[in-house]
């Protein structure tokens, strides 16, 4: 079963290898020889904007630039060395990192990843990695003259204003669809202010310096062709993207028939057509929704147990749909919690080398063959700023290379259109487009027809 093959349709001219290397040596060119103290570059889901960090590191260093790289967690710190290590074995790294944050063990098997908690063992190193956090923790230094922010819309602007005196030149990298960066105070008092702690480094960045040059990565190599026209359509609406495969490249097929119950049938669907949407009855439940819960375990559960396999770009071998290359996304911890108790309840393994089950903010930057998002407003009776944040919802449906599976009650349609926003409008605040009550009506058109109703 391919996803909307039609073999009659005229030949794309769009060439998605020739657009992302287009792309990417106008940012090199930017970074490298330009002129601005700070290059943007705006990245969809799965464009490659970690070889995009780790090719311009190289290409700093290689002309005889040292540079330090930002990043937002200590995962990603890691995953960047990691990867620039594997990528160049003879380039000079340094892992900088707190005491009580010690590095991943994989980076033992790089010989030359040095790690320490000290900047000054590490200023004969090429490269430099080390989180925002731990960067504000530097003073008194020479500072580079490059540096490399990556998932800079995921960082506040007081971050940014913490370190920005430790560089000269920036190439900021991120998502801007993403979940916009997290604050554990409220920050209503600097809403609408030009240096509101809470808001994006980028968007403060530009509010400052509207004319740094902007780029953007052009092709989602993660999204297949039948799921990048509706999250750029919903989501990206200003910097749209295309699918790097074609209609066709990939299939998601199943070596057990369906047995005709809901979960069956949305699974076929979504092998059809990338794209399913399991619908309970329309009721008010807890945010805990056992009926939910219970169906999301289920599909999951039929994943397996049918035998489950992917076609893809990557190989002319199909490669078994396993339990780590599927993700469960919801919205909060405890509904988290409850998935991985009914996965439990059906046998099915979650956590490392199972099955992934996490909020949205947890499956950010992360990607898999198949995903199965309960919905966040399913079963509600209001709409939050919080449930209705596009981020979230973006985060959830772009996470998959072959299908993502919805389950969500009835009704949020008419729970939209009963509860528009209501969060209060405020002077100087740049208005986030589109919004959350918008991007889920689009998702929720898209997904009506590919609709299964079950009653459990």
Known sequence: MTQGLDPAAPADPFDPGAEAAAATSAILASTLRGTARGVVVDSPPGAGKSTLVVRAARELAAS??????????????????????????????????????????????????????????????????????????????????????????????????????????????????????????????????????????????????????????????????????????????????????GHGDRRLAFGVPGDGSGPDRVLDEAAESGWGLLELPARHTPRTDPEAVRAVAAVVRRLLDRGGVTYSERGPQPAPLTADRIAVGTAHRDQAAAVRTALAAAGVPAGPGGVAVDTANRLQGREFDVTVVLHPLSGRPDATAFHLETGRLCVLTSRHRHACIVVCRAGVPELLDEHPSSEPVRLGVTVKFPDGWEANHAVLAHLAEHRVPWRP
């Open 64 to 245: 005889g630039e040292q540079l330090m790289i930002v990043a937002q967690t200590n995962a990603q710190v890691d995953d960047l060395a990691d990867r620039l290590a594997t990528a160049d074995p003879e380039l000079p790294v340094g892992r900088l990192h707190g005491t009580d944050s010690p590095p991943d063990p994989v980076l033992d098997r790089h010989a030359q990843v040095a790690k320490s908690t000290s900047v000054a063992d590490l200023r004969d190193r090429a490269v430099v990695i080390a989180t925002a956090a731990k960067w504000a923790y530097v003073k008194d230094v020479e500072p580079w003259r490059h540096a490399i922010v990556d998932e800079a819309y995921q960082m506040r602007s007081d971050a940014l204003l913490q370190v920005a005196g430790l560089f000269e030149r920036a190439l900021f990298v991120g998502d801007p669809g993403q979940l916009d960066p997290f604050s554990v105070v409220g920050a209503e008092q600097w809403a609408g202010l030009s240096w509101d702690p809470s808001a994006s480094a980028v968007v403060t960045l530009l509010a400052h310096n509207p004319g740094l040059p902007q780029h953007r990565l052009p092709v989602s190599w993660r999204l297949p062709a039948s799921a990048a026209p509706l999250v750029s359509r919903a989501f990206y609406p200003y910097t749209p993207f295309r699918s790097g495969t």
